[in-house]
């Protein structure tokens, strides 16, 4: 299975200290056990922001930088080794491992935190910590300053300055390094091959679940733990919910499937999008939507390039889906004014896409100095465009109504242009028509 090595670890670390304010201190959390109901927990899923840094998978555990500390930069706090808990919930790194196999240069366990922490943060200027998104954290981390000022008749230090780490942090994380791509192409080299199976074993009397469960089979043989979010297996009317998530209808011959999901691999995220027909065939009127949405996911790829900005690809998606509806008559009036009146978003009210990485909609800012950001070498991206027609929308004629149509592929920015990582699924008409055709003889 492909990870993240350990040296990146230490190379974001590094990166991310030299950022930092001297004599300052970075202080962040690990994701708490989430509980599904009563005492049952849903899988484990690291922070990513902890993560990013760390590689670190348990809970209760705390992650400390400190530039220029003489006796090691990087300190974590975790559950320390016990042979009890250790039968009931599997191994833990305890402080050695930290050391050894996490890259720490000195750690503690984490019942041991409230008398060590406000020692190492007294004295420094300037806490970063990611304020906001844990309020209990940030609750303890008040406390550990207050035990600091209650001192400062003593002559202790509380710090004057407290920063929010998303800024420098969040900007790493936009720019993915080789490593990073190399998880990310294999992420999606899963969920292609599991949109594929989907595809193949797609029938007229089966259910929305059952195509999940497919996905579900390929994700876990392919080594991904987990989907990188809720799949979304939408047939007929429900392919027009744009986070359509019950996944129980019935498939029916003349329906499409809208299928929205992705794997995860070392917590990277892919995200991929196929539109098909129970059938097997697409209807002239599915066709036509169809390819309507694939020629502005391809206007989209061509605007992906360093110096192009983030919105120029949706723009193009705008421009030629517009065209195309009034082309087929499902919109009227001229190109350019139904453009600038956004007539268009009453079947394409999303954008053509967002950021990926450790989260399926990754951080990053899309603009910058109130500018939309220019893309660079290594940002990754989705392109997603599509077309909705409610089943109750009366404007249209009743050939067009619940067609529900997305594209959607993975892609990283490259000096000529992008790369794109999902192109493992087939997407064209006759592709798909092909793939489904043969898979239904081998059946027979």
Known sequence: MIHIPKSEYSRRRKALMAQMEPNSIAILPAAAVAIRNRDVEHVYRQDSDFQYLSGFPEPQAVLVLMPGRVHGEYILFCRERNAERELWDGLRAGQEGAIRDFGADDAFPI?????????????????????????????????????IRSKANLGAQPPNEFVALDHLLHDMRLYKSAAEVKVMREAARISAQAHVRAMQACRAGLHEFSLEAELDYEFRKGGAKMPAYGSIVAAGRNSCILHYQQNDALLKDGDLVLIDAGCEIDCYASDITRTFPVSGKYSAEQKAIYELVLASQEAAFAEIAPNKHWNQAHEATVRVITAGLVKLGLLRGDVEELIASEAYKAFYMHRAGHWLGLDVHDVGEYKVGGEWRVLEVGMALTVEPGIYIAADNQSVAKKWRGIGVRIEDDVVVTKTGCEILTNGVPKTVAEIEALMAAARTQAA
């Open 111 to 147: 019942t041991d935190i409230d008398d060590i922490l406000p020692g190492l943060i007294e004295g420094r200027d300037r806490v970063y910590s990611a304020m906001g998104s844990n309020p209990e954290f940030d609750r303890h981390l008040m406390e550990w300053i207050n035990v």
